[in-house]
DNA sequence: CTGAAAGCGCTTACAG
DNA sequence: CTGAAAGCGCTTACAG
């Protein structure tokens, strides 16, 4: 069939008009259509395979279950777990996703909207590659709008980021507990806010602890920084017995490193990674143990966020009386969402020898 | 403002009827309205900040100008670049993307293929995680569909893939004109099309040079199991002066390898590893010679295809008369595209010394 | 040269 | 209990 079928289709074959259609098969036949013709349509909708036409359920009810995602490339690009996640969640609630570049990039940026707000997508998601303040534009205001892994300095929208912190600190805790006394840190920049708060975190529990740390920070987290850095720390004289790199690829340099100075990881030195994403770590030789962070987390809750914002009636149908609800209503104060990063310690770390 | 403003908006403050403001700002004015009303149209509509509402556009059109693309995840994952080039080739053509996720799934897949069949997208793009046989779904000869980096088997369906042996047989070539004599391969199983077709490529540039070969096969392109075969044929009695990785996570894991024993590259032995998408390479150390799935060009081969196929009228227009304008339309039998590997070079291959 | 009408496909009051 | 009408926002014949 070139066209899928109508309503008035269905409401032909059936024998009855289109509204009747509509009823039935909106479940509000109850008391309004006789059983006999309740059957005739059920049947006729069924024969000729009929579904809404979504175009046109969207005009007229004014949303579009859609909801547009503003994204950007980075030298450490988006995540794609958090996309992915995303996505899924989304779909399983009925909701499409339109993916908009911005290319970092102000006119980039108002053209995407434009677009999206002439579709009428029901909601927005900013979803930054690495953790930035993100200035919100205008049209933030009348579409509901989520930042992930950002943060709106005057804080007028509602953020979703990771605590960047409590996961340097927990990668601090691991080592510290394992034994280790001297620990070596690879950073990124502190101009970059998830690396000065994973590095804070760490610096924090060491001083706590009392113990000592060799912190060397590069300007971009690639692999050669990392290993570079990497080597000037297990080269020096004392070395540690113990690494924290701040971002994956500066873990995959000092992977990489290690293995050329012929340092065995755990054996020679314990090796511990905050991860952003990029799943470089997984199927790397040795195992690494990692902190990630909590992408799919952050997704599912950002998606659930925009919807309860946006959708308030199925919300109320939910019968979810808490306190938290009204939080979310357009006009109530925004509510920031730190989640917890996700461990996962694919290998366990080795105690210090005390070399 | 809560709303957009409508066209109806637009001809109340400019005094006419809302058929005259559709005229003037689709560029139909010619000799029917004023130029007084002309001016009074495109200024109301300037001050209303009025742009036409897409999805009414849609229903009116029987067009949405969105292209549903079907993904999923694999042992590889699709590629990024892939995916971000046909966001940003489809965005600078005026149309949106919405990505769905089959999870590699029947059901999953023929729900998504419904909801996008119900939202009216204009046109389909299959875009595999590797090189496989697809076998396409009832839908797709109502809708004009691609299919990228994967193949109908049955041909009716037009296919986007790279020329893979073509690649085997560049890394070859690269590495024999450097003068390697004996070169070990690292390569995927041959259950996977696209490791098959890269090892036919390097093996019959190897069999015309007469050049020995020692060649291992992994059943997952992983970094491990790259890690162990390259260790394999770097410890070797007689051990060659050149690997050639078939996929970008064995090449990884090979660099690893050398590292770990003391191995240099390229000073000690030559790298060419084949890249499917997933950038690990770029940020190496050592830098590797790598040669490139055209992910690029391929996904803008896509949407242009895509675009082509369904948007007659706008070929047309383009007054583009040549021949291949015919293997476009929709009856004529698919065309498929094979598209050439792309090098990159990024550190020259050391001659061999014939150790 | 301009305005009223039809229609894309749907749902929801509103008469009968 | 059912059908005709209005309207979501748009464009395109078609009368005047």
Redesign the pocket.
């Given at each position: 069939m070139a066209?899928k079928a109508?309503?008035?289709n269905v409401a032909d074959l059936a024998g009855?008009?289109?509204?009747?259609?509509?009823?039935v098969?909106?479940g509000?036949a109850k008391?309004?259509?006789?059983r006999v013709?309740q059957q005739a349509i059920i049947e006729a909708a069924r024969r000729l395979n009929y579904t809404?036409?979504a175009v046109?359920?969207s005009?007229?009810s004014?949303r579009s279950r859609t909801i547009g995602v503003l994204t950007w490339p980075d030298h450490s690009g988006v995540s794609v777990p958090m996309l992915h996640a995303t996505l899924e969640k989304a779909t399983a609630e009925g909701y499409l996703l339109i993916f908009m570049d911005t290319a970092n990039d102000d006119d980039h940026q108002s053209r995407a909207l434009a677009t999206l707000h002439d579709r009428q997508v029901d909601a927005l998601l900013v979803i930054a590659p690495q953790l930035i303040d993100y200035r919100p534009v205008d049209v933030m205001s009348t579409i509901p709008t989520i930042l992930v892994n950002c943060l709106d300095p005057n804080g007028g929208l509602t953020s979703i980021v990771a605590d960047e912190y409590a996961a340097g600190a927990a990668a601090a805790r691991l080592l510290i507990e394992a034994g280790h006394r001297r620990i070596g840190v690879v950073a990124g920049s502190p101009n970059a806010m998830d690396s000065r708060l994973r590095l804070e975190g760490v610096e924090a529990t060491a001083a706590a602890e009392h113990i000592d740390l060799s912190v060397r920070m590069v300007s971009t987290p690639d692999i050669t920084s990392g290993f570079q850095a990497a080597s000037r720390l297990l080269l020096a004289p004392n070395a540690p017995t113990a690494l924290i790199c701040i971002h994956e690829r500066l873990a995959l340099g000092a992977v990489l490193s290690a293995a050329s100075l012929n340092i065995a990881i755990p054996t020679d030195v314990s090796l511990v990674s905050l991860e952003d994403g990029e799943q470089l770590a997984p199927q790397l030789v040795p195992q690494l143990t990692t902190i990630n962070r909590p992408d799919r987390a952050m997704a599912e809750k950002a998606v659930t966020l925009t919807l309860k914002r946006f959708d308030k009636d199925r919300f109320d149908q939910d019968g979810d009386e808490s306190t938290q609800q009204l939080t979310f209503s357009c006009s109530a104060a925004p509510r920031h969402s730190v989640v917890a990063p996700g461990r996962v310690n694919r290998a366990p770390c080795r105690p210090a020898d005390r070399r």
């Open positions: 066209h109508t309503a008035q009855v008009s289109r509204s009747a259609v509509s009823l098969l909106n509000r008391g309004h259509i006789s013709k809404p036409n046109a359920l005009l007229r004014r």
